[in-house]
């Protein structure tokens, strides 16, 4: 059915993405000379991190999740995490250490709203104390509103593909504003929200375990509303406010590059994967054309004109292969140049970061790196990931793409989601046992170049892809 369908022409110029997804590697234009690779005044450099992978101590759809057996390794928990809840000014000071002069954190719903309606008002004191003091140490507070978790209560009584969900953030989002007064914070309302939907209701892998096409659909339209209604609610309170979401952006590549269907499904897929939630919010339309999969077409205009910036997360690339059985697309992270995967299996490509970041450029928005880092857990590629990542940041600057910030995922190795306590992504190496940090070599190297403003290479030579995994 899919192949049918996605090789179906475009009905109307609306529903043809506007923008070619694929570049071919040898339109990918050449890097600049040496002497341009330096980052202006007010280019910040960051470090981010997600609650509940760091904080400790959270109940909530996760939590539940993890007792249900349903990660990777079923007896993994998340637990105290990295016990950043008490650790904070610890890991304020490692974050300047390393150079990082903005922290990204988010807030937890289930912290904040533990049953339907009641706020906890120690918990929000307790976070503008944390965001205070941050601020006051000199770190930029870059704050999510909701980075992929929930409280309990959220998926039985206001689940996304309910309209209720809407309410119940924008409840949500209130409550938290009076906690960003005069922080001058970047917010960021939603992480990842494809990632939410596709893991949560497509492939039923994530909370809330759904695999319900037209539900999936629901939802986002949901969650666009939902970030349009939070908006609303942060304005009334904070006045002029910078704000966007985060989006996990793959670029993605046909599997064989002869092939027009996998050439068709990585125009859909990366259309509907990276950009078609960032054009609602630019545009206000919605539009996703997955045939067979899902697929939605609405205008919400409250949601036109509801973002400062475009929030960019980069990891990898991924290929993607046509298959004529269910479920017809098969995705890969494959090691086409030989570079080796990262530790997490993910492919090393940082060419298709800039990629990334000259389509991201139509928008005609600042641009902020809110995550891009790598599971090296010897910590020796680390130094190169980031070389090679910030390199492509300057060359996308100099074509125009008004990039700001960089914020390194992550400060501190924590909880990977279903992968549990495998990946290390830190730029500070944690002991699991005695909650230790320890500088890797990558903590040195962004400082070098977060202090000087300059992008110089690694002191160390980048590992043999053989050694580095
Ligand atoms: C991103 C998530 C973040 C972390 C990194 C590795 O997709 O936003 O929480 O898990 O991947």
Redesign the pocket.
């Given at each position: 059915m899919v192949a049918r369908e996605v090789s179906g022409a475009p009905q109307s110029e609306e529903d043809t993405p506007h923008f070619r997804p694929w570049v071919p590697a040898s339109r990918v234009p050449p890097a600049m000379s040496a002497e341009e690779r330096t980052f202006p005044e007010g280019f910040t450099f960051g470090v981010?991190t997600?609650a509940y992978?760091v904080e400790g101590g959270i109940e909530n759809d996760w939590a539940e999740w993890e007792r249900a057996g349903k990660l990777k390794e079923p007896h993994v928990r998340c637990g105290r995490a990295v016990d950043h809840w008490n650790r904070y000014e610890e890991d304020y000071g490692l974050a300047l250490e390393a150079g990082a002069s903005a922290f990204r954190v988010s807030l937890e719903w289930a912290r904040i709203e533990p049953e339907r309606g009641r706020y906890d008002g120690a918990a929000l004191e307790a976070y503008r104390e944390r965001l205070l003091r941050m601020k006051a140490r000199g770190l930029r507070p870059v704050v999510t509103l909701h980075?992929?978790t929930h409280p309990t209560w959220f998926h039985r009584e206001t689940p996304w593909h309910t309209p209720a969900s809407v309410e119940a953030f924008r409840a949500y989002a209130r409550a938290c504003a009076p906690v960003l007064k005069g922080l001058e914070a970047l917010l960021i309302t939603l992480?990842?929200p494809m990632?939410v939907l596709l893991g949560g209701y497509l492939q039923g892998l994530l909370p809330p375990g759904i695999a319900d096409g037209p539900k999936t659909m629901r939802a986002l339209e949901n969650m666009v509303r939902a970030h349009a209604a939070a908006r609303q609610e942060l304005q009334a309170v904070l006045g002029r406010v910078e704000l966007g979401i985060?989006q996990?952006m793959l670029c993605f590549a046909p599997d064989r590059w002869w092939h027009p269907l996998d050439r068709a499904l990585v125009r859909l897929g990366a259309h509907a994967y990276n950009h078609a939630f960032h054009e609602a919010l630019v545009t206000g339309k919605l539009r996703v054309t997955m045939p067979g999969v899902a697929s939605t077409r609405v205008d919400i205009p409250e949601a036109r004109g509801s973002c400062e910036f475009i929030g960019v997360?980069y990891?990898s690339r991924a290929h993607l292969r046509f298959m004529p059985r269910p479920p017809f697309i098969e995705f890969k992270f494959r090691d086409k140049l030989g570079r080796g995967l990262t530790d997490?299996g993910w492919e090393d490509y940082p060419e298709g970061f800039g990629q990334i970041l000259r389509e991201v450029k139509r928008y005609g928005l600042p641009v902020w790196v809110t995550?891009n880092?790598i599971?090296d857990r010897d910590g020796q590629r680390r130094p190169h990931y980031i070389h090679s990542h910030l390199a492509q940041v300057l060359d996308a600057r100099a074509q125009g793409v008004d990039v700001r910030g960089y914020l390194y995922?992550?400060l501190l190795d924590n909880f990977?989601?279903l992968e549990g306590w495998g990946?290390r992504?830190g730029l500070y190496h944690v002991d699991f046992d005695t909650l230790e940090r320890r500088p890797t070599p990558a903590c040195a190297y962004f400082r070098t170049v977060a202090q000087g403003r300059r992008l110089v290479p690694p002191e160390t030579p980048a590992p043999q892809p053989s050694a580095a995994r």
């Open positions: 981010a997600s992978q980075h992929f992480n990842e990632v985060s996990n997360n990891y997490i995550e880092g599971d995922w992550s990977e989601w990946p992504f």
